[in-house]
């Protein structure tokens, strides 16, 4: 019972929750690190105990008296006694300076593997950790901000493996080294060895409470003000030419500059707090000397007072950088305690997310072999979360193979939440939707490329129209051929060619160096680069001038039969041929049919269609 509580209050302990995150195998090869480091405590205590035999060998050598009965004991065990003191002294010295350089070597040596050792994990939490974030829905992706997930899967998760447990590691070190040190003392002179154990446990403590809470709260600003700063730069960039024209630019700056100097002041005051502890214990250590020779001399015989202050000295020079590192140790896990929460929260509410199984991909699929582009949703209804209308309301409908179906509705009708259920990207609440017999997600990942999807704001990634057009895949199946067939439907090959390095040419952070309708039109040419049988729309050419429209809609046209498109469009012009037109209002479907037969069920749409000429 007492086990059970001791295990289930050790879980939730921050340390607790941080090992949670390594395997079994991973937490006992920690663990075996830890007990290594405990056995090199007890060189310490022999090289320290031999640096207290030099001692006392000194002074009975310099007093030509025989050393006391411990010594000598000693001095007959390793086989030392016949020789004359200056060659013991010599000998017993190099054996104490061997065992105290060895213990440090191998300490650092173990102490290195273990935090490398750290370090990969860290690397492969944070890949599974983004695995499973990409493995959710999209509600569940933008219940975090951009940037707080950002942090979560990156200086988080090192804050977890480095800041956290390896500190647990390193500082597990130099807790065995105090508790040998401790317990060598006692052995030599008790009274010595509980005074100094008293002295530097009151200056530990003092320590710790003067600084822990501090350092957890900083290490909590810290996180949020790196969150809250970077997120206003990307606000600001993301919309810079909106705050030039309403003259926000120097507000960001001010708004950013107060948070970075904040961050720094946070900064600051962590990397200062190891130095506080490092400056009392170095005067702790003198003041302890002094205190004690006096003692010593005032209360024993020369010989002996020399010999137990050479054992504090020695001993002093290995716990007083034991207990600064300690003290220090608990401090970065304190400041990393609030930097890891972020990380610590996202993997416990993820594990339960199975992440997803990359397939070999040897070459681009664009054949689809056994695919069916229909689709049937059944009874479809879909609520936003904080929300109490339905964004989509008991929609049916069957979209036969090689269709063209069209949504069209006024603003805030449903239409993209629909084509968001069709997809899996949202799950309905109510009702079902297949795509060649399968659920979305299964769909898609049975048939790889078979469907594709054309956003109204094509997300552009930094790198050439080539990289952009195979955004996902390997650069391998970027093809010269392939990226010029998909440029030519989406009618922006020419355009590229006029570019210094054509397909090469970088397009700039965001998309920056090309317009909206080219922005669009790149967006086209991705989704058409796997061949897809089907193909969804989301306005996807609202940014295009008439001509191009014109082109980009009579490429699409040419589609039909062997692709099933699905498309959302405001200009009805372009969906006047479509095969199936569903009419959208409040999220309800009130007509379905061709282009003339919803005109003459919804008076609204058939007053739009007269006022375009239609």
Excluded: C
């Amino acid at each position: 019972m007492v086990k059970r509580a001791f295990n289930a209050k050790y879980r939730n302990t921050i340390i607790g929750r941080a090992a949670r995150l390594l395997s079994k195998s991973d937490r006992r090869k920690v663990f075996i690190v830890i007990v290594i480091q405990v056995f090199l405590g007890a060189l310490d205590l022999l090289g320290v105990a031999l640096i207290g035999i030099v001692g006392a060998l000194a002074v009975s050598g310099v007093q030509s008296r025989v050393p006391g009965d411990r010594v000598s004991s000693v001095l007959n065990f390793v086989g030392l006694s016949s020789f004359d003191f200056q060659t013991q002294t010599a000998l017993l010295g190099l054996a104490a300076g061997v065992i105290l350089v060895g213990r440090t070597v191998l300490s650092v040596f173990f102490t290195r593997k273990a935090l490398f050792f750290l370090g990969r994990r860290g690397a492969a939490i944070s890949a599974d950790l983004t695995s499973r974030v990409l493995s959710q829905s999209l509600l569940a992706v933008q219940e975090r901000t951009s940037q707080e997930t950002l942090y979560a899967l990156t200086s988080g998760v090192s804050s977890v493996t480095l800041g956290l447990l390896g500190t647990v590691v390193t500082m597990a070190s130099d807790a065995s080294l105090l508790a040998v040190m401790a317990v060598g003392l006692v052995v030599v002179d008790p009274t010595v060895a509980l005074s100094s154990f008293i002295f530097f446990a009151l200056i530990g403590f003092l320590l710790q409470r003067l600084l822990s809470g501090k350092a957890q709260r900083l290490g909590m600003e810290q996180s949020e003000l790196s969150i809250m700063s970077n997120e206003k730069i990307v606000e600001v960039l993301s919309s810079y030419r909106e705050s030039l024209v309403r003259n926000r630019r120097a507000y960001y700056a001010k708004e950013i500059g107060e948070l970075r100097y904040k961050l720094a002041h946070a900064q600051a005051e962590i990397s200062f707090m190891p130095n506080v502890s490092k400056y009392v214990l170095e005067t702790s250590v003198v003041l302890g000397a002094l205190l004690l020779s006096a003692a010593q001399f005032l209360l024993q015989d020369a010989g002996h007072a020399v010999g137990t202050l050479a054992i504090f000295m020695a001993a002093g020079t290995r716990i007083a950088p034991a207990i600064l590192r300690v003290q220090q140790g608990m401090l970065a896990i304190r400041s990393s305690a609030g930097a890891s929460k972020v990380t610590l929260d996202l993997a416990e509410s993820l594990q339960h997310i199975e992440a997803p199984k990359l397939a070999k991909e040897d070459s681009l699929e664009t054949q689809h072999h056994g695919f069916n582009a229909t689709i049937t949703l059944s009874d479809a209804t879909f609520t936003y979360p904080g929300k109490e209308e339905p964004a989509v309301r008991d929609v049916s409908l069957e979209i036969a193979n090689g269709a063209f179906v069209a949504f069209v509705g006024p603003s805030g009708a449903g239409k993209t939440t629909i084509v968001d259920i069709l997809l899996g990207i949202l799950p309905p609440a109510q009702g079902s939707v297949k795509i060649s017999g399968l659920p979305p997600m299964e769909a898609i990942t049975t048939w790889p490329g078979a469907v594709a999807y054309v956003p109204q704001d094509v997300a552009i990634a930094s790198g050439t129209f080539r990289e952009n057009i195979a955004l996902g895949f390997p650069r391998a199946f970027a093809t010269d051929e392939s990226i010029w067939e998909t440029l030519r439907v989406a009618h922006l090959d020419d355009f590229v060619r006029e570019l210094e390095k054509g397909i090469d040419t970088e397009v700039g952070e965001r998309g920056a160096r090309v317009s909206g309708g080219q922005r669009q039109r790149l967006g086209i040419a991705r989704a058409l680069f796997t061949k897809p049988k089907l193909l969804v729309l989301d306005e996807a050419t609202s940014a295009l001038d008439a001509e191009t429209e014109a082109n980009v809609a009579a490429a699409i046209q040419a589609l039909r039969g062997s692709t099933t498109v699905v498309m959302i469009a405001h200009r009805l012009a372009t969906v006047r041929t479509a095969d199936l037109v569903v009419y959208l209002d409040q999220g309800r479907a009130l007509a379905m049919g061709t282009f003339d037969e919803v005109r003459a069920q919804v008076p609204d749409f058939d007053h739009q269609a007269r006022l375009l000429g239609l």
